[in-house]
Every structure is written in structure tokens, then in C-alpha cells.
């Protein structure tokens, strides 16, 4: 009995993350993403600072990982910003080099979604960019037996694709706040005109 509470406790680890959020607009937005994120089962602390935009999580590997926190972040209406890069590689000759490939990156503190394609010879791979760079992606295919090519401008162009539609994701949330902000003052400086207008 004693035996088996030490192989599960050994395979549950006590992790940080720091997880980059968009779309915060306020410290209450905020307040909110902290709070759900500290109710999640096998999260133990959660903090998020509204001006760094950014939450940092400490959680049991065994009862929560990181695509799930990205997930209650999606729940709430924000956004957890993630890097995305192609890897093209060399060297797989079938399913299960496929699968070998994919289990190696999502081994890799900060990888969020994993998906290696075996007709273009490609991984597609979500990653927070505080955790881990792509020369660490690039590392750990290396050292499962396969070749990395470089990454091509078609890769660089994707980054940057999503790096633009973060940008005016977060100009879209703070104007629609500069507007619902705006609207009162406007109303009580030029109520009394907007009446006689109408």
C-alpha cells in the first residue's frame, strides 16, 4: 500500500508556469482569471498581474497541465498568447516515428499542442515563449534520432501572422474599454445639447 502512494506521489511534481494573457482590460479582469485559475483541482497558487498581462500558476502535474489552464483562460473570454513554429524534419519512416516525435516535444516544459504530420514531413507545435525557444524543439528532435531543417520564411511568416493578430486583438479590447469609458463623459458634458438635437 505504502508502495503505491510512492509511485503515484513520484509521478506528481509540483510545476510553475508563467502564462502570458491578452485581453485584460482592467484589475478586476484580472481578479477574475486569478480566482478561477486558484479553484482549478491541482492548482496551488495563482497570481496574475494586470500590468505585466501575465499569470503565474503553480500546479500537480499529475492533476492539471497546461493546455488546461489555457483552456479556463479561453473560458473566460481572454487569451493565453502562444508562439507557434513549423518544424520541418527528416528521418521518419512511419506511424510510430510520428508518435515518438510528438511524445518527445510534449515532454517539453512550455509545449502546449503537439501535432507532427507525416505526409509533409512537419510538427506543428504550440509553445509558450518564456519556457522554451525553438532551438530547444529543434534539440529534442535531434536527440530522438531525426534530422531538423531550418525554418523557412513560410515558418517565420506564421509567426508573425500570430504575433498581428494578437496585437489587434489587444488594440480591439482597449478601444472598446477607451469607448465604454468615454460614452458617460460625453453624455454628461453634452446631454443637455444631445436632447435639443433630438
Given at each position: 500500500?505504502?508502495?503505491?502512494?510512492?509511485?503515484?506521489?513520484?509521478?506528481?511534481?509540483?510545476?510553475?508556469?508563467?502564462?502570458?494573457?491578452?485581453?485584460?482590460?482592467?484589475?478586476?479582469?484580472?481578479?477574475?482569471v486569478?480566482?478561477?485559475?486558484?479553484?482549478?483541482?491541482?492548482?496551488?497558487?495563482?497570481?496574475?498581474?494586470?500590468?505585466?498581462?501575465?499569470?503565474?500558476?503553480?500546479?500537480?502535474?499529475?492533476?492539471?497541465?497546461?493546455?488546461?489552464?489555457?483552456?479556463?483562460?479561453?473560458?473566460?473570454?481572454?487569451?493565453?498568447k502562444?508562439?507557434k513554429?513549423l518544424?520541418?524534419?527528416?528521418?521518419m519512416?512511419?506511424?510510430?516515428?510520428?508518435?515518438?516525435?510528438e511524445?518527445?516535444?510534449?515532454?517539453?516544459?512550455?509545449?502546449?499542442?503537439v501535432?507532427v504530420?507525416?505526409?509533409?514531413?512537419?510538427?506543428?507545435?504550440?509553445?509558450?515563449?518564456?519556457?522554451?525557444?525553438?532551438?530547444?524543439?529543434?534539440?529534442?528532435?535531434?536527440?530522438?534520432?531525426?534530422?531538423?531543417?531550418?525554418?523557412?520564411?513560410?515558418?517565420?511568416?506564421?509567426n508573425?501572422?500570430?504575433?498581428?493578430?494578437?496585437?489587434?486583438?489587444?488594440?480591439?479590447?482597449?478601444?472598446?474599454?477607451?469607448?465604454?469609458?468615454l460614452?458617460?463623459?460625453?453624455?454628461?458634458?453634452?446631454?443637455?445639447?444631445?436632447?435639443?438635437?433630438?
Amino acid at each position: 500500500m505504502n508502495n503505491e502512494n510512492v509511485s503515484k506521489d513520484s509521478q506528481v511534481r509540483v510545476e510553475r508556469i508563467d502564462l502570458p494573457i491578452a485581453g485584460m482590460t482592467c484589475a478586476s479582469c484580472a481578479a477574475k482569471v486569478e480566482k478561477a485559475l486558484a479553484s482549478l483541482p491541482g492548482v496551488s497558487k495563482a497570481t496574475v498581474n494586470f500590468a505585466t498581462e501575465e499569470a503565474t500558476v503553480v500546479f500537480h502535474s499529475g492533476q492539471m497541465d497546461i493546455p488546461q489552464l489555457i483552456e479556463k483562460i479561453k473560458d473566460l473570454g481572454y487569451e493565453a498568447k502562444l508562439e507557434k513554429v513549423l518544424l520541418p524534419i527528416q528521418g521518419m519512416t512511419c506511424a510510430a516515428c510520428v508518435n515518438r516525435v510528438e511524445r518527445t516535444l510534449r515532454a517539453l516544459k512550455g509545449v502546449v499542442r503537439v501535432n507532427v504530420n507525416f505526409a509533409t514531413e512537419r510538427a506543428s507545435v504550440e509553445y509558450l515563449a518564456g519556457e522554451v525557444m525553438v532551438e530547444d524543439l529543434k534539440e529534442a528532435v535531434r536527440e530522438a534520432g531525426y534530422a531538423v531543417l531550418e525554418v523557412t520564411d513560410e515558418d517565420l511568416v506564421e509567426n508573425e501572422k500570430r504575433a498581428r493578430e494578437r496585437e489587434l486583438f489587444r488594440l480591439k479590447s482597449k478601444f472598446m474599454t477607451g469607448a465604454a469609458l468615454l460614452a458617460p463623459i460625453l453624455i454628461l458634458m453634452y446631454g443637455e445639447t444631445l436632447l435639443i438635437l433630438i
